[in-house]
């Protein structure tokens, strides 16, 4: 497996509030957008990061989904509480999208507007569903998905983590084999990028930070208008 991350501040942001994190020792991988606050966005993903990387081991297959979750909640509880004893930090949070190789299964926690697509057999497909209220109406049917880029509601999140003193984490399971492309970004590139811009990128992929560093051009490209975050991971 290779694998290469890139963050970027973007064009029109004064801080990069995006973290990420590549363990290759333990096959995990983590993309967070922070927001909130003067300095909270910045904050809530670094702690999201740290939090989760010394929290999330494992021995067996079985541990890998209830100790997933046990991370991400442990970041939320303590961003919730930073947010709480600091003025300048409060209603601080983060996306997170974290994944696990193993074996040949891939292991997803997500919770906010980040997204994890895998690229199979010239194929693009996104695994993760936004939490946002945009996409909530979508699924409600008060939306059409062709609306959806342009809708006021699209980067309204409902769930994050850190917001509340609790989170739901969304948990996917999928296979992967060898020649698949796992492609994980804050929401910096999928604003800009539409599917089969990534499509035609990842189908010419052979190297994953050649292939990165041509997505995050791209988005540049077309505005920067966000920090943009991207962990490639191929199989």
Known sequence: MRVFGISDIGLHRKRNEDHFL??????????????????????????????????????????????LVNAVNSANRIIWEKGKIDNTLCDMGTTITASVVYGGQLVIAHVGDSSLFINKNGQ?????????????????????????????YNHILTRAVGVENQVEVDIYEEEIQAGDWVLMCTDGLTDLLEDNDISIIMNRAEDPEKAA?????????KGGYDNITIVLLGI
């Open 22 to 67: 590549i363990d290759q020792e333990k096959n995990f991988f983590v993309v967070c957008d922070g927001m909130g606050g003067h300095k909270g966005g910045d904050v809530a993903s670094q702690l999201a990061i740290d939090t989760v990387q010394k929290n999330f081991n494992y021995n067996h297959a079985e541990e890998i989904i209830p100790n």
């Open 124 to 152: 693009l497909k996104r695994i993760t569903l936004n939490h946002t209220l945009a996409e909530q109406m979508l699924l409600d049917g008060l939306l059409k998905n062709e609306d959806m880029r342009s809708n006021i």
């Open 213 to 221: 560093r041509e997505l995050l051009e791209l988005a540049l490209q």
